[in-house]
């Protein structure tokens, strides 16, 4: 079975630092997906950046990338020049090719030092 | 454009209760989906649909029903509340179900007394 997996309850930053969050998944399938969803205080799932399994190169999404290491299974997140909104629930989450269903992990919290 | 919206945003309910957890979207999306979102859990697939007339279960589908008579609503109705349901629960839908985006609505938490 799929699993996803985030070793981070709580993680915390100073302001224009960078962090990383980490997450690792187990699956034995070739074709899927990982997301960064990020959930803050005012509890609205939003979507941070994905990465397709076939594609070597990492994904960036401004301030935001990641770093893909697919034989590893691992599949960490990249926040760079902190900003106090980007403090948040943050969750990893899964999909095989040919289906929408999402796996999430269980979450990090972020916290942001002004 | 409304995008994906839930009702009640918040509800509290006795066990043994039913209740229906409203969902809409109007971005013509054939899948959606409930989730269910419990502290230290992340969130977890209740079930799903792919399009009008046809759903399946997901990870936790025990205690919930669905439908989807049309393709912008998708409800989620609970026969007999229990404290196990408290929660807050989550719709989410996509364009094709290889739609890459999920756009969530913005939960609703139910409280079973």
């Known amino acids: 079975a799929q699993t996803v997996t985030q070793s981070q309850p709580e993680m915390s930053v100073q302001e224009a630092e960078t962090v990383t969050l980490s997450c690792t998944y187990d699956?034995?399938?070739?074709?899927?997906?990982l997301f960064w969803y990020k959930q803050p205080p005012s509890r609205q799932m939003i979507l941070v950046i994905r990465?397709?399994?076939?594609?070597?190169q990492n994904a960036t999404e401004n301030r935001f990338s990641v770093n893909f290491q697919k034989a590893a299974k691992s599949f960490s997140l990249k926040i760079s020049d902190s900003q106090l909104g980007d403090a948040a629930m943050y969750f990893c989450a899964y999909r095989w090719g040919a289906t929408n269903k999402l796996i999430f992990g269980t979450g990090t919290l972020l916290a942001v030092q002004p | 454009n409304a995008g994906v919206t839930q009702t009640p945003k918040f509800q509290v309910l006795k066990t043994g209760q039913s209740m229906t957890l409203q969902c809409a979207q109007d971005?013509?999306?054939?899948?959606m989906s409930w989730y269910r979102q419990d502290p230290g859990m992340g969130l977890r697939l209740i079930h799903y649909?792919?399009?009008?007339?046809?759903?399946d279960q997901g990870e936790v589908p025990n205690g919930y029903n669905v439908s989807r008579s049309t393709t912008e609503d998708f409800p989620l109705r609970l026969l007999s509340a229990a404290p196990s349901q408290t929660s807050v629960y989550f719709c989410?839908?996509?364009?094709?179900?290889?739609?890459?985006?999920?756009?969530f609505g913005p939960g609703t938490r139910l409280t079973v007394l």
């Open positions: 989410a839908s996509s364009y094709g179900a290889l739609g890459l985006e999920q756009f």
């Open positions: 699956t034995s399938e070739s074709d899927y997906y």
């Open positions: 990465q397709e399994a076939y594609k070597q």
């Open positions: 649909s792919v399009g009008a007339g046809i759903t």
């Open positions: 971005m013509n999306h054939e899948y």
